[in-house]
């Protein structure tokens, strides 16, 4: 018998309450059955997002949502800043390019953070910028990004918004979204929600809203505004993906039972763990100054290649790790602890690791990574 | 004890092999699993689409795969014909008006199909139209259109393709791509493939790719050329539905096993044995001149509102059938039996049918639609 361990940034592994609940037979949605449960799911959405906006919910990956982003909000010709390091802020720029709008990127390297001030000149120099583009948790390279400040330098400007991508970072770590004053929040279900993908999830605040009155995008399946009449209804504007509903409506009570508070601690905690363990056996953190609690970019020793320690974790232990993308591929490896995780499965990751490392003929001490850890939890 | 039978035109039931396949603990996408998965999937829908074209897959409702295929093909400022029949045929002209393009509709008595040579003709008017948009299956109206003519007229205009939403067409009647030379074939999960709502799929033939590579109209996760190319490597180009293909997998192996001509041969006699039965009971059809086999819609007695009869279907029986939709509501009621359908289920439909007519004080002769039923079944 060898367990699988799905310890990737999204996926990540669905607990059996979902599971089951998506197995029952298929409810019809046009009913008052169907109804009854999005309106828990849309309670338990706010809640998640810790906002009193609707959360729209799209049959859809996180992607689809991102886009809803830039064709509900902005026209062709329009300016907006996009903040890219790593893939997922570059996916921002490239929406906005397919959409004919103009993006001022400000290039962060890949691993860092941006300090705040640079958004604000860029802001100050850009002041006809009609939104902000940023990522909080960029899966690509584990970096974690002060969202906080950049709300508070957006919301100097009425005629800007700022959209987050806080795909990886919702429900991990703390986004109060109407508390920082953020215009419009993004999220898919494979992530910290603990679903399948399949869904994506968008929220707008009051002054969003207004900017998608004016917005001249060509859109249909991904209208906002559309979908917002019908959310009032209960309903979705197209055929929502319903068994992922059903399993929703299942995580997000899970998510409540355990509170946002100890939701955070949990990710904390394993983050912690698993960045302590990491350099207990000799690794280094590639976004070392502001890491994300989602994920955990660990680099290759030097003359290692990071694929080969993937494929070792995955093929002889199942522990399936994710290698790096694009400029990071084979620099780096990739733990994820985000979603239904907690201390048997960093163990299991560390451990694993450590024996793959002696494996392939690299320096470690064994059980070194996992005293580490064991620190950490001690020390909650 | 009352079991619930889901009779309407989507979402349809979901046989159990889908079911617990989806239920499995999820995989990551990037791995040769889920290529291997994908691979097969990719295999099942050319033989359900009867086509040596890619589907592509998308994570989203057939509505995203309709506007793929206008985003995809045409330009802003393009003509195209639109064939509004129902709810779905007006889609198309709405899709045609969010991305600027110019819709010349036909539009047909709701319940009716169209005379071929009224497009021969629009066509010959209209020679610049880029495109022609039809519905085979028009499930507001029960009413099917015949495609094999349409396809016929438009081969004969090398600067035009035809784009058909088959979304309850196919698995259910023959519709064979390749041979009858539809350019795009557009279809959903929830309908004949027997899975929930969340996937759409779309199919270009060589004409139809030839028609993407100069559109102009906006579009990133719907950008078909992208998901070609990550098709040709086993992949989608943004996170898929994992769950929902491996339950896709499961449905498409049971399609093969069934055979197209079984399949169609069934889903002929359940809709031909459903409207002998509606009839026997007094009732009368809307589509009576070209009845699509997915959904049988039927006109509400004279004096009678059919959500009565939809409410006492469902409310005491757990039938769950249709209304009408916009202007037919309150005038019809539909019944499908298009996927996981087989004999009881139309027996139990009608059975069920025939007490609520009779308690709702309508003249009904109990067992009348059964033995009308029973009479197709025997002459099969």
Chains 1, 2 share one sequence.
């Not at 998640?48 to 859809?60: C, K, M, P, R, S």
């Not at 000149?121 to 990522?135: E, G, R």
């Not at 508070?261 to 590639?286: D, E, P, Q």
């Not at 994710?322 to 990751?349: M, N, P, T, V």
Request: hydrophobic share 40%.
């Amino acid at each position: 018998m060898q367990k699988k361990l799905l310890l990737s940034p999204g996926p990540t592994p669905v607990p059996s309450e979902a599971l089951l609940a998506m197995a029952q037979p298929i409810i019809h949605h046009r009913t008052p059955e169907f109804t009854e449960v999005f309106n828990q799911v849309q309670e338990g959405l706010k809640y998640l997002f810790q906002t009193e906006n609707d959360v729209i919910v799209i049959a859809g990956s996180g992607t689809s949502a991102m886009e809803a982003s830039v064709s509900n909000v902005l026209s062709p010709g329009d300016k907006a800043i996009c903040i890219r390091g790593g893939k997922f802020g570059e996916r921002w720029a490239e929406l906005c390019q397919a959409y004919g709008v103009e993006a001022i990127n400000i290039d962060v390297e890949w691993g860092k953070a941006l300090d705040p001030q640079v958004l604000a000149d860029c802001l100050t120099k850009n002041s006809d910028a009609k939104a902000v583009y940023a990522t909080m948790s960029e899966t690509s390279t584990g970096a974690k990004f002060d969202i906080e400040s950049f709300a508070k330098i957006v919301g100097n400007h009425p005629q800007t918004v700022l959209a987050v991508d806080a795909i990886t970072a919702l429900g991990v770590m703390d986004v109060p979204m109407d508390k920082w004053g953020i215009d419009v929040l993004v999220c898919g279900s494979q992530k910290a929600i603990m679903l399948p993908p399949g869904l994506g999830f968008i929220s707008l605040s009051e002054k969003a809203w207004g900017f998608t009155e004016s917005s001249k995008c060509p859109k249909y399946y991904l209208d906002l505004r559309k979908e917002k009449k019908s959310l009032a209804k209960g309903q979705t504007s197209y055929t929502p993906a319903v068994s992922l509903i059903m399993g929703l409506n299942e995580t997000l009570k899970m998510i409540r039972e355990e509170g946002l508070t100890n939701l955070f601690k949990r990710h904390a905690t394993l983050a912690a763990a698993t960045r302590a363990a990491c350099k207990s056996v000799g690794l280094k953190l590639l976004a070392k100054d502001s890491p994300s609690d989602a994920v955990t970019a660990v680099k290759s020793p030097e003359g290692t290649d990071a694929t080969q320690i993937v494929k070792k974790m995955k093929g002889k232990y199942g522990m399936i790790i994710a290698g790096g993308q694009a400029e990071l591929k084979g620099k780096i490896f990739r733990i994820a602890h985000l979603g239904y995780f907690d201390k048997c499965d960093i163990f299991s990751a560390i451990a694993h690791l450590e024996i793959s490392l002696k494996e392939l003929g690299l320096p470690v001490k064994l059980g070194a990574g996992i005293a580490a850890a064991e620190d950490v939890f001690l020390s909650e």
